[in-house]
């Protein structure tokens, strides 16, 4: 990973005053929240923060704002990477970009990370993020223990980097919620139930985009087989099927022609099982989509 690059003190290694928050950062703690460097077991260089949320509603931990505003363009895709995880995996743990015009007036916010299932080791994360229209410039907010959500724990964050550019290939860490039901509504056909928006920048007019998809999938009957499959569009994945009543691993992948668009696709999960009465449950967790531009 390319650490902090391009994020003044994402890494959270200077601390010139000796305050406690880390140069080039502002601190907002929430009821009864905590935050403070992390010097004991940093997951990149010599220093991570933490924040720290007690048990109780309404209470959280606390977000770090940053305090330049860093140059962008409509027309240029960010690809942010991070190091992060938690104490307590069910924590409302957030890492946003907030966007502001020529004029650094705020326009509008997009959620890097929006997660109440944190992993619990330190992770690389990373995510794609497309401008809006009139956006010049940009600053991150990072939250660790949101007040909506009564989990006590700490959540640690280090790393934060930006490329200017989209990669040849990226994990998005938004996921697709659990859908458990008769997926075709009686009938024993394919439904959408459930699905994400997939960043993309300007792709040319010969463009191939990879889609690889890590899902979860079961049946209420062992006698009925669930199954499971992925579009965009009219572009299917491969399907998987499965026999248990406990969630087993559905891997799917498909390569999706996409000639000469931009901005968000919608990636949809499709469910159906071999009698339309029977239920099937599919799911999909965050980081188990990874996208691949094979031609862009």
Not at 34 to 57: D, N, R, V
Not at 208 to 213: G, K
Not at 277 to 289: E, L
Request: hydrophobic share 35%; net charge negative; charged share 15%.
């Amino acid at each position: 990973m390319s650490g902090e690059g391009g994020i003044p003190n994402g890494s959270f290694e200077i601390d010139a005053d000796s305050d406690g928050v880390p140069d080039g950062w502002t601190k907002n703690l929430y009821p009864a929240g905590g935050g403070s460097l992390e010097t004991t077991s940093p997951m990149h260089g010599a220093a991570a923060y933490k924040f720290i949320q007690q048990a109780g509603p309404g209470n959280g931990g606390g977000d770090l704002d940053q305090n330049d505003y860093l140059a962008c363009s409509p027309s240029l895709p960010l690809t942010f990477e991070w190091l992060h995880y938690a104490s307590a995996a069910g924590m409302k743990n957030i890492v946003q970009v907030r966007w502001f015009d020529k004029s650094k007036v705020y326009l509008s916010t997009t959620d890097l990370y929006n997660s109440t299932s944190n992993p619990t080791s330190a992770t690389w994360m990373t995510a794609l993020a497309i401008p809006p229209a009139m956006a010049q410039f940009f600053k991150l907010r990072i939250i660790g223990g949101y007040t909506d959500t009564d989990i006590a724990g700490t959540a640690y964050f280090d790393g934060f980097g930006v490329l200017r550019g989209i990669p040849r290939s990226g994990a998005l860490w938004q996921g697709i919620t659990e859908y458990y039901g008769e997926p075709g509504g009686g009938y024993p056909t394919f439904t959408d139930r459930g699905s994400v928006s997939i960043p993309l920048p300007s792709l040319s007019a010969t463009s191939l985009v990879r889609i690889s998809v890590v899902g979860w999938l079961k049946t209420s009957n062992t006698s009925f087989t669930a199954y499971m499959r992925f579009r965009i569009g009219t572009w299917y994945s491969s399907e998987f099927s499965a026999e248990s009543v406990s969630y087993v691993v559905a891997p799917c992948t498909f390569a999706v022609p996409i000639p000469g668009l931009s901005g968000s696709q919608t990636l949809y999960m499709q469910l159906s099982n071999e009698d339309g009465g029977i239920y099937s449950g599919g799911k999909v967790d965050p980081g188990k989509i990874v996208v691949e531009i094979l031609n862009p």
